[in-house]
């Protein structure tokens, strides 16, 4: 029987998956549907109306198109090659930035540029992979973000001991910067995010992050405002939070699919 697979944006939550698929096995033809969380791929077997199973899965909010129909794009290869440059290169900044202003938020921000810049390379250089390797690729990324993750909370934890004041100035500044950088990536790729599951995955990982570098801005401001080094570590912890529950997420779908 006939297999066809599908990228599906913002497939990142159980309900999620559960909504596609009882959306995909409600079309006439279909005889399995199976949604994918690692890979953001929608997986059915059958001979359905392709135009059918697009309009259903849409009718749920989702975003959807045949996979590899944005990936043979020379302009999506040079995209995700921007944003890998462009994340990697602000992660450099932060790292300087954060070790001069003795912030550890910043520190933190500047793993989480690192990470999105590797996930972003491996994503590059994943397009046109198996399903499985695609799964084995999502493993090492997992156990990167968990390694990140255990990395900042264990520097966060020490730190508490003696918490030095972090220069506020310098922590507002950098992170208006990375808002910036984040959002021009979102904004190169928002015309993507129907495309290939790897663009959607950093598609996701660059509106997220936005919201990560606000935080610690507000950081900043609330360090300025109260002379206390708390809010610095304490955005910090949320960051490496994020981390761990991403990695947890990831290693438990990637392992599934290798199943």
Known sequence: MAEQRFSVTDLDCGACV????????AV??????????????????GTPQTA???????????????????????AYRQV???VVALNLGYALVEIIAGW??????????????????????LGLLALGWTLRARARA????????????????????????????????????TGMGALLVNLGCAGLLLRHRSGDAGMRAVWLFSRN??????????????????????????????IAGLFLGAARIILRDARAELR
């Open 28 to 45: 006439p033809g279909v005889a399995a549907a199976t949604a994918s969380l690692v890979t953001g791929e929608l997986t059915v077997t």
């Open 80 to 82: 995700l090659g921007t």
């Open 18 to 25: 559960a909504r596609i698929e009882a959306a995909a096995r």
């Open 100 to 121: 001069m202003a003795g912030s550890q938020a910043l520190r933190a921000d500047a793993l989480d540029f690192l990470g999105d810049g590797l996930i972003s390379g």
């Open 52 to 74: 059918d199973l697009l309009a259903a899965v849409r009718a749920t909010g989702h975003d959807i198109a045949p996979l590899g129909a944005v990936a043979a794009d020379p």
């Open 138 to 173: 999502a493993l090492l990324q997992g156990g990167f973000l968990a390694l990140m993750g255990l990395w900042v909370i264990g520097g966060t934890l020490w730190r508490m001991q003696a918490p030095p004041l972090p220069d506020e100035a310098v922590m507002g500044w």
């Open 209 to 238: 992050d936005a919201l990560g570098n606000l935080a610690v801005v507000a950081a900043a401001a609330l360090v300025g405002v109260t002379g206390s080094p708390w809010p610095d570590l304490v955005v910090a912890l949320g």
